[in-house]
């Protein structure tokens, strides 16, 4: 009697697949986390305009006892404008892909257009992020670069800077515990930063991991740690302008922001949307290829360029 071994099976047949994906490589999507979330109302045109009514001057001089009326104060504003955009993207299925592989292809493509869809909003924020007014050089390491490396003192200078520029913290302090290697957590500004800086970060005096902070407060999945008054997110979609410093070195640029900096606008009516049109529908003249794909409708505006600080620096 023959005997069949592993070496004369069917390739087939020696191949088993596991239903279980793995997980897809996807960023963390940080620059939308401070947004100030806005919605452009439907049947009201593409541009959603949003203002900012400028504080009265104060009143300091004394009424008198003439009786007679001061001059008034004169009312201004400021407007910003946030243009509407659509985005989509999609992908094509043979028919004979769905009906033959054992991969389930239409829920890949799901995940696939997902991640797309939030990573094209995220990078369409830091790339309006980056283009605040507001850009501040680190000048305190020692790396002999222009920028340097980040230093406490270039925090303090951005801490600084956002308090002078009545910047509110976006999130509330939280007390320490008595706990080994805990610590109080202040009011902090948000800052978000390139993967490369986590390092850097910790290198920093007085920064604060994330594992540090007390247990009544939930750190973000991207959150690295604190150094004073800001909590750092970090991503490796983060912004880096190539070979930008004196030396020629990439210069990695960190957005720190108060509450209320910039905003992310949706569309009324038009929210993400998923669209799948089978062979019958997509396929053509012999109804061959389904389609998946997203589209959405964003738009994107700094609300206070003081209030978006870009720190720019290199590592050491």
Same mark, same amino acid.
């Given at each position: 009697m023959a005997i069949v071994t592993t070496s004369t099976l069917s390739a087939p047949v020696q191949q088993s697949f596991d239903g279980r994906l793995l997980s897809i *490589? +996807? @960023? #963390?999507? =940080?620059h939308t986390v401070a947004a100030s979330s806005r919605t452009m109302p439907a049947n009201a045109g593409k541009t959603l305009r949003m203002r900012r009514m400028d504080k009265l001057a104060t009143a300091t001089v004394p009424l008198g006892n003439t009786g007679d009326t001061p001059p008034s104060s004169p009312l %201004? +504003?400021?407007d910003i404008d946030a243009t509407i955009g659509f985005y989509g993207a999609y992908i094509q299925i043979n028919e004979q892909v769905t009906l033959q592989s054992e991969d389930p292809v239409l829920n890949s493509a799901v995940e696939l257009l997902g991640i797309c869809m939030r990573e094209t909003e995220d990078e369409l924020t830091r790339e309006m992020l980056n283009s605040t007014a507001t850009v501040i050089n680190c000048v305190g390491g020692v790396n002999g670069d222009s920028p340097t490396e980040i230093t406490k003192s270039d925090v303090d200078v951005i801490v600084s800077s956002l308090l002078m520029a009545d910047a509110y913290t976006i999130t509330e302090g939280i007390q320490g515990e008595n706990r080994f290697g805990t610590a109080p957590i202040r009011d902090a500004y948000i800052a978000m930063a390139h993967s490369k800086m986590s390092s850097e970060l910790e290198g920093v005096d007085d920064f604060l991991h994330k594992n540090q902070y007390p247990s009544g407060m939930n750190g973000l999945p991207s959150e690295w740690g604190a150094i004073g008054n800001i909590r750092f997110l970090l %991503?490796? *979609?983060g912004s880096v302008t190539e070979a930008a410093s004196i030396n020629g070195e990439d210069v990695y640029n960190t957005f720190i922001c108060g509450r209320e900096a910039y905003a992310v606008v949706d569309q009324a009516e038009y929210t993400s949307q998923f669209i799948y049109l089978p062979p %019958? =529908? +997509? &396929? &053509? @003249?012999? +109804?061959?290829n389904a389609t998946a794909g997203f589209k959405m409708a964003t738009a994107q505006a =700094?609300? #206070?360029?003081e209030w978006v600080l870009k720190l720019e620096a290199t590592l050491s």
């Open positions: *490589k +996807a @960023p #963390n999507l =940080i %201004s +504003a400021m %991503s490796s *979609k %019958s =529908i +997509a &396929g &053509g @003249p012999l +109804a061959q =700094i609300l #206070n360029d």
